[in-house]
């Protein structure tokens, strides 16, 4: 059975929190585990004292996740890779408006979330794998909730125009990238292959649902 259950949602808000908390300028000499460990740091100082704030101030923690998304997560590659197999027929109006339905779903889905996930700790792993190709790397670290369980977490990352981007997380086991390309697919199918209808009705939270209602992990 899934060991995630409900805490899954809020889990995901305070990753996407600690993304957001990355700098707007990752020079490529910065290595992506250094690039990980300061957006952890970052956010530790940045939402503790402030939860009651943005809680009563959704609007602009939205804003201010708007305005740092595009430099943190390279939301093209991650379009494409949702959409997978379908993206080859997909028309160029319908990649983007994809892109941008997944980015602004994502924001709304995960916004009230970020205020309300509780931690104990957030921490960078010392040991990490060595990357397999140069533009590409992954970084490990371990969520540890307040009951004390730990939730293993790692990044993919791309260089990308320069700059280190994450385009993937995979939380307990839990591949996100390949939870939501799944989704795409079944919706396809039910929608038959109506893309339109598909992206229209997108949402990433009923992925999440499915997650969190159990099944294997």
Not at 137 to 146: G, K, L, R, T, Y
Not at 182 to 210: C, H, K, T
Not at 212 to 217: I, L, M, R
Request: negative net charge; glycine residues 6%.
């Amino acid at each position: 059975m899934n060991r995630l259950y409900l805490p899954l949602r809020s889990l995901l808000a305070g990753l996407l929190l600690a993304l957001f908390a990355l700098p707007a300028s990752a020079a490529p000499e910065r290595t992506p585990e250094q690039l990980i460990r300061q957006s952890v740091e970052e956010l530790t100082g940045q939402i503790e004292g402030r939860r009651d704030y943005f809680a009563d101030n959704l609007d602009e923690l939205k804003a201010l996740v708007d305005d740092s998304l595009d430099d943190i997560a390279d939301f093209r590659y991650i379009g494409a890779s949702v959409m997978g197999r379908y993206f080859q027929n997909a028309s160029p109006q319908q990649r983007s408006r994809f892109v941008e339905t997944f980015r602004q779903t994502l924001i709304d889905t995960y916004t009230r979330g970020l205020v309300t996930f509780d931690y104990r700790e957030l921490r960078v792993l010392d040991a990490q794998r060595a990357p397999r190709h140069e533009d590409q790397a992954s970084v490990d670290m371990e969520v540890v909730a307040m009951d004390g369980t730990v939730y293993p977490v790692s990044y993919s990352l791309r260089l990308s125009g320069g700059e280190w981007k994450v385009v993937n997380v995979i939380v307990n086991g839990i591949n996100l990238g390949l939870t939501f390309r799944n989704q795409f697919d079944q919706a396809m199918r039910d929608q038959g292959r109506d893309y339109d209808a598909v992206i229209d009705g997108w949402s990433p939270e009923l992925a999440v649902e499915e997650l969190e209602e159990g099944g294997d992990a």
